[in-house]
């Protein structure tokens, strides 16, 4: 009978505690999705639920260390809370990004961000674990004697399960996503970025080559090569614009994908930890203005080459792809604009959130062209027309965006280029498979576009000639680097020419 009391009093104790853990800290990273889609709700409330049974798992074994648990979980526990207060409030995603702005960031700026209704949360928290611990002190008898330590291993395999099944469910969610995010911080990035001794130059004055990073975009949906919908309708008006339909990345995911087209990298480089040497570090060294504007929060794996630049703008870095108050990337062109005051050579790289899902979040209402679209964050509560609709208004985004910067681009008098290449593709159903990290050629075949002015076009005439005559030809995203220090006419440095699209 006693047995039976105890039990009972360790239930309880550990459901409160994980409502309170619930209530400070986890439904953060569940409120901002669309709640139209019961199918999609019912998911959520499942994954929800798992995701406590996790966490109830790793919550009882650490309670098992009686001491150590007293003190640190309610520090723990409010330290969660205060950065779940974030992600109610802003939708703010937690990863590398995040993480390093609360250790990296000055105290100054932190002050800054603390409200009213911060202090309030917080304290809240604070006060709730000082009660429920004072209160439930005696509940809390834990012992690898009582079912309820099978009942965690159990939990504790769900993570392992879930995660196993669909990568990442549990790990971008509070409160595993800061656990995770700092694991990745302190984490070797996996691109080691090369110094060059040569002394490089460049022949070349007054060209600025603008490089726009697109995301998610795969070729057959644009109608600039054969789609039949009219996905480009303004590009499809753009004389001196050349579509490379056939270009190849085995990579299908940003991470990857990006640090090999920005780098000396070859798709064929087996060798992972091998020094490579970005774009933007010969440029500079040819006293070409490197910049870049992006709308992507910072991954590892691409940092220190965004940081290769001279000038870097992140717009929306506390936002990725998760988030619900992403911003869009029309904000980007607000940043971006062409100067003719001086001889200087200068490449802009913009990169895109793109076509990458929740595709909805991508654009404004005003360019939900294909209709209907999708409802939930959830694949499985829109139909496939539903989610293709929602993905080709993307790329009708897509079209308009480019538009606009060439537009920007006519008006200027330096010879001025534009190169578009989505970092990968995305599957849309095929063989039953969605989005991209997929190994269907579909996520392998990313859409790529070259415009140039008017003015290039007189001072490039073979190079054009060229890029016309291999716009069919079948090219790996091996070609962006040398295909860049080509046309900027870089000497003194060794390259592959033959890779080269002007060439
Ligand atoms: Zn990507």
């Known amino acids: 009978m006693d047995k039976f009391k105890h039990l009972k009093q360790e239930i309880k104790f550990h459901f409160i505690l994980q409502v309170l853990i619930a209530f400070f800290i986890t439904i953060a990273s569940y409120v901002h999705f669309p709640f139209k889609s019961l199918k999609g709700n019912v998911i959520y409330l499942a994954h929800f639920l798992l995701l406590h049974f996790s966490l109830f798992g790793f919550v009882y074994i650490f309670s098992l260390f009686n001491k150590i648990f007293k003190f640190t979980f309610p520090i723990l526990f409010v330290l969660l809370s205060a950065i779940s207060f974030w ?12 993480i390093q702005a609360i250790i990296e960031t000055n105290i100054d700026v932190a002050v800054d961000v603390i409200s009213f209704q911060f202090v309030f949360f917080v304290v809240l928290s604070i006060l709730s674990i000082f009660l429920f611990f004072k209160f439930y002190k005696k509940h809390r008898k ?40 700092i694991l990745k911080y302190f984490n070797k990035p996996n691109v080691k970025l090369k110094k060059i001794k040569e002394e490089v130059y460049t022949k070349e004055n ?13 070729a057959d949906h644009l109608s600039l090569n054969g789609y039949y919908r009219n996905t480009t309708p303004f590009l499809s008006k753009q004389k001196n614009l050349i579509s490379f339909k056939k270009v190849y990345t085995p990579f299908t995911y940003t991470a990857k994908s990006l640090p090999q087209i920005l780098t000396d990298k070859s798709i064929r480089q087996k060798n992972e930890f091998k020094k490579v040497t970005s774009l933007y570090t010969v440029l500079n060294k040819a ?15 691409y940092k220190d080459i965004i940081y290769s630049n001279s000038t870097v703008k992140l717009i929306d870095k506390f936002h990725s792809f998760l988030s619900f108050k992403k911003e869009k990337d029309l904000k980007l062109l607000d940043y971006f604009w062409v100067d003719n005051s001086h001889n200087t050579n200068k490449i802009t790289t913009l990169h895109m959130i793109g076509s990458h899902w929740y595709y909805n979040n991508r654009i404004s209402k005003n360019f939900e062209v294909f209709k209907p679209v999708v409802s939930s964050k959830y694949l499985g509560a829109s139909s496939k027309e539903a989610i293709i609709n929602s993905y080709d208004n993307t790329i009708i985004y897509l079209d308009n965006f480019l538009n606009k910067i060439i537009n920007q681009l006519k008006k200027s008098a330096q010879k001025s280029i534009l190169i578009y290449i989505s970092d990968h593709g995305e599957t849309l159903g095929e063989d039953g498979k969605w989005l991209h990290a997929q190994e269907h050629i579909a996520s392998k075949n990313p859409a790529m576009l070259v415009w140039f002015s008017d003015v290039f076009k007189e001072n490039y005439p073979k190079e054009i000639n060229q890029l016309k005559a291999k716009k069919n030809d ?13 046309i900027c006419k870089i000497q003194n440095y060794n390259y592959l020419k033959e890779q080269s699209i002007f060439n």
């Open 87 to 98: 992600v109610y409030t802003q939708d703010l995603t937690i990863g590398v990004g995040t």
């Open 142 to 181: 834990a012992s690898v004697k009582s079912p309820l330590f099978i009942a965690s291993i159990f939990g504790i395999l769900t993570f392992f399960l879930v995660e196993n099944y669909k990568f990442d469910a549990f790990k971008n969610r509070l409160p595993y996503s800061v656990y995770f995010g």
């Open 206 to 218: 007054n060209l600025h080559i603008v490089l726009v990073l697109g995301e998610s975009v795969r």
């Open 287 to 301: 006293n070409f203005e490197t910049e870049w504007i992006g709308n992507q929060s910072l991954e590892k794996s």
């Open 474 to 486: 079948s090219i790996s995203t091996d070609f962006l680097f040398h295909s860049i220090i080509d």
